[in-house]
Structure formats: C-alpha cells, structure tokens
C-alpha cells in the first residue's frame, strides 16, 4: 500500500504510462526513481520534475525503493524486478497502483478501444477552465498543459482507462465512460470476446450510484448501457443515432448540422434529448473528435459545469501529441502525425482530413503495428484507405513479439492494391519512404502519418528534404 515518504521505483519509466503515473506520484511528494532502455522526452520530463532516471536496467538501480511498479512490457527476468523479489521489496503492475493513486477523488475513466487520449485531455482541460483543478493521466502529452499529467487540488480524478494488459479493471471509476468496443490488441485478447467480456468487467467497476456515459451509436457499448439502466442504475448516452426509448428517460447527447470549417475544426448543434442547447466550436477535425466532444459534455453536464464554459474550453483545447498533430510544412506540403494505427482509426482519421478545405491530395503512410495486430486485422485494413489518393506502407514497427512467418508490410500493400485502391506501395524502412514523398508529393498535398511506433520520424526527415530542395530552388 502507498504510504506517506515512500521510495517508488518505476521499470519502463520512458512509456506514457508510467511517466505519467512518476508525475503523479513526483506531485504528492513521494521520492521517486526510473529506468528504462532508451532516454526520450517522458525521461526527461520526469527529470525535470524530481525524478531520478536510469537508462537500461540494473539491479543496483531499485537501491532503497520501498515499492517497484513495472509496465506491461517489462517481463519478470528484468534484473530489476529479480532484484526486488529477492529482497523482498513488494512488484507492483500498473494497475495494481493506479487504483490506490485514485483513492479519495472521484474517478472519472475514460474507455474504448479508440479516442481515449483525445477524450481525456479534452475532458481534463474543460475541468481545468473550469477550475475544478483536476488530476489526471493521459496517454498523451496534452497540447494545452504540456504534459501527459498532473495533480490538482480538485475533488476529480480524469484518467485515460488503457484496455491492455486489463489495466483499466484496477482503477476506482464513479464516472465511467465507453466510448466504442472494437477487436484490438490480439496479443492480449486473441478474440474479439475476449475484449468484450473485459470491457463489461470494467463497467461493472462503476458504482451503482455512479454514472455510465455510454455510446449509442456502438452496439456493444449499447448493451452494456441498457444492462445497467435495466438494474436502474444511472446512464447518460451520446451518439449521432436516435436516442434510446424506454422509461425512465435517459439524457441522450447528440450533434446536429455539423460542419468543418476553414481552420481545421468542427461546427455543431448541441442536442440534450429534443433541446437544442447551443451551437458549438471543437478545435479539433473530424466527426469522430465531435463524438469525443459529446462524451465529455455528458459528464459535465452531471457535473454542473455551465454549457457556455465548456463551448469555451472546447474552442481553445489544442489536443495531443501524434493525434492529428501539425509536424509543420514545406514546399507546400502539409505533414500531419497521427497515432491511428487500427483500421477503424486510420478511416476515420483519413475521412477527418479529406472534409478539410484547401487540400489537393491526400498521402496515407502507415505503418503498421506489430505483427499480430497486421495479420488478424488484415482484411479490414485493406479497406481502410479509400479516401487517401496514396497510400505507402512502411515496413512493420514489431514491439513485444518476436517475426516469424507470414504476412508482411508488402504483402498488406497488395492487398490494398487488390481491394480497389489506385496507388497503394510498399516504402520500406523510414528513410526510403521519406525519400518517396518528397520525389512524388506536390505543393497542396497532405501527408498524413498513420503510427503508433517511430513513423514521425518520416514527417521530420521529408520536410527537412523539402526544405533543402526550397532553398536550393531560391539560390
């Protein structure tokens, strides 16, 4: 248990994650020591917060911690965690301490398999307009506060509920939100019942006083909302469908008329039940940000904070890092990093851009993600590029998996290709593609990074090329 003046070590420091959880922790006073492979802007950012942070692993680096936490990707050889065994020092996982961070707050969680970070940051940043002073992790660092965390003096708790490895089953949540139920990390569930019957545990977690915001618009996420409202239990729904019939009546979040417009963001209608409340603006692209947007007024509504402060704080949240985040412009060419990397999100995520104005084409680089993840979910990736005019694919980013035989990143190319798509074409590693673009793309394009590995580093070398052809052209 988490007591006063502790030491907590944390294995796998360098992840969202778990810098996240060393912010908190750093925040409420406790010591608090790190380590990871590779240094990175999390590491650092710990640093800077108090931290101490070691890069690799060694047993001499847990010395006087009364508490060791490690990610999911840390296995039980780590030098570290057989050093704490030995000495009898308690290994934590994440979700094994996140419940006892929330302790004493109202937990507000929020679940699904796609928009997590997005919605949290954007749910955490209306409270801090609010100046409800929230504390909250995110799975990404907020483009508003500048980190993936922070501790407040307020009653909430806001914190992105992570499906892998079960994490999101440790957490306290009185506010519950889910927001779709897809089939997606098929290392940890291998089938799609295996997500669902995790997803219902976590709406189970929610007390019977506390409140469900569930989406109706995701047939799963339905049932489970209905199953609650059927034990009279409270629910709120939102979603672009009709609202739910049935008594005792259910708050239903909707948007109507909604439009892009020339900035980037989205337009829209407010609907509580039949009352249309307002319009509003999202600094943010794309039908899918206003579903994200609808979650969080349900649960400010319950809250008691005033429409016209969220429409503000909507107006000025500045979202994520690597959720459609400008990495800058050369040559004319937009280049956009996104962190879609399942075939839901890359759809979306291209239909977002394809509305904005001003566009000529649009290039898809995507690089997949794991090889599990590519071969179960091959045919629907196939589809998943038809409003790209092009589409690269990079070679496989492989994490917590060793290659062993099958379909390749060449391989789903073809399938694209065979599904319809016009210009579909394997790249190869991040350099080769960098060079692809700036020989092809043109002034009006939009590249769009399609990862959840290191495929920004695409973006930074292409525009970098681009550059150095614009000076050179100028000379």
Not at 88 to 110: D, F, K, S, T
Not at 142 to 154: D, H, I
Not at 195 to 222: K, N, Q
Not at 438 to 451: A, T
Request: charged share 20%; aromatic share 6%.
């Amino acid at each position: 248990m988490l007591t006063p003046n502790q030491h907590i070590h944390i294995i796998g420091v360098g992840g969202f994650g778990m810098s996240a959880i060393a912010h908190v922790l750093l925040g409420r006073g406790y010591t608090v020591s790190g380590s990871d492979q590779r240094a990175n802007d999390l590491t650092r950012a710990v640093a800077a917060a108090g931290g101490q942070v070691f890069q690799g692993h060694a047993a001499d680096h847990i010395a006087g911690a009364d508490m060791v936490v490690r990610s999911s990707a840390v296995p039980l050889d780590n030098p570290e965690v057989v050093a704490a065994t030995m000495a009898n020092i308690p290994v934590l996982r994440r979700r094994e301490l996140l419940g006892q961070l929330m302790a004493g707050h109202i937990g507000i969680a929020v679940a699904g398999t796609h928009g997590k970070t997005t919605t949290t940051a954007l749910l955490a940043h209306v409270l801090i307009e609010a100046g409800l002073d929230p504390t909250y992790i995110i799975g990404g660092v907020s483009g508003n506060t500048g980190t993936n965390a922070g501790v407040g003096r307020g009653f909430y708790f806001v914190i992105e509920a992570d499906e892998y490895d079960h994490m999101f089953l440790g957490l306290r949540p009185q506010i519950g939100m889910i927001l779709n139920i897809e089939h997606d990390h098929t290392d940890c569930f291998p089938t799609p019942r295996d997500v669902i019957h995790a997803f219902t545990a976590f709406a189970e977690l929610v007390p019977d006083d506390g409140l469900l915001v569930a989406c109706v618009d995701d047939p799963v996420v339905m049932i489970l909302g209905e199953r609650r409202r059927a034990a009279g239990h409270p629910v709120a729904y939102y979603g672009f469908s009709a609202h739910p019939t049935g008594s005792p009546p259910v708050p239903t979040w909707t948007a109507v008329d909604t439009q892009p417009d020339e900035t980037g963001g989205m337009v829209f209608g407010v609907l509580r039940g039949a009352d249309l409340l307002g319009r509003v603006r999202l600094n943010q692209p794309g039908r899918h940000n206003v579903l994200n947007a609808l979650a969080v007024l349900a649960v400010t509504d319950h809250l008691g904070v005033p429409l016209d402060r969220v429409a503000a704080a909507f107006d000025t949240f500045q979202g994520t890092g690597r959720r459609s985040e400008l990495m800058g412009q050369a040559g004319g060419v937009t280049v956009i990093s996104d962190y879609a990397h399942h075939p839901t999100a890359i759809r979306v995520t291209l239909a977002a851009h394809r509305e904005r104005p001003g566009i000529r084409d649009v290039w898809a680089v995507w690089q997949p993600h794991t090889f599990t993840r590519l071969r179960a979910l091959a045919d629907d990736f196939a589809g998943a590029f038809a409003a790209a005019d092009h589409v690269l694919v990079t070679d496989v980013y492989s994490v917590r998996e060793d290659i062993t035989p099958g379909l390749n990143a060449m391989g789903i190319a073809q399938m694209i290709t065979d599904s319809g798509h016009p210009d579909a074409a394997h790249s190869g590693d991040l350099e080769r593609s960098a060079r692809v673009l700036e020989k092809r793309v043109q002034p009006g394009d939009l590249v769009l990074l399609l990862s959840a590995g290191d495929a920004p580093l695409i973006g930074t070398r292409v525009l970098e090329l681009l550059t150095a052809r614009e000076d050179s052209a100028g000379r």
